[in-house]
């Protein structure tokens, strides 16, 4: 059974950092490319990050400068550093897992920017 779980959101004040980590179970997490996206309300869930499976990373332009994904594949986890945070980056985060004929998503993490 296929598992991404998300963890490490909350609310933060504007300026503030939060590390998110998705924790994956039931798939090669190597080989996968990993990604973490957004959706706020009202909106389509939109791209944030990604990093392939041999550490090439992506960057939506609103999270360049400030945002950071990582992978530790010794512990199937995914990470995303985000600082600077804008009341507009409050949003429900999924982590995914992809490769070409086969995606999973995890459930999502509330981050709430807001002073």
């Known amino acids: 059974q296929v598992q991404l779980v998300e963890s490490g959101g909350g609310l933060v004040q504007p300026g503030g950092s939060l590390k998110l980590s998705c924790a994956a179970s039931?798939?090669?997490?190597?080989?996968?490319?990993m990604g973490w996206y957004r959706q706020a309300p009202g909106k389509q869930r939109e791209l944030v990050a990604s990093?392939?499976?041999?550490?090439?990373?992506d960057y939506a332009d609103s999270a360049k400068g400030r945002f950071t994904i990582s992978r530790d594949n010794a512990k199937n986890t995914l990470y995303l550093q985000m600082n600077s945070l804008k009341p507009e980056d409050t949003a429900v985060y999924y982590c995914?897992?992809?490769?070409?004929?086969?995606?999973?998503w995890g459930q999502g993490t509330q981050v709430t920017v807001s002073s």
């Open positions: 995914r897992a992809a490769l070409p004929m086969q995606t999973y």
């Open positions: 039931g798939i090669l997490f190597k080989i996968y490319t």
């Open positions: 990093i392939t499976s041999g550490g090439i990373t």
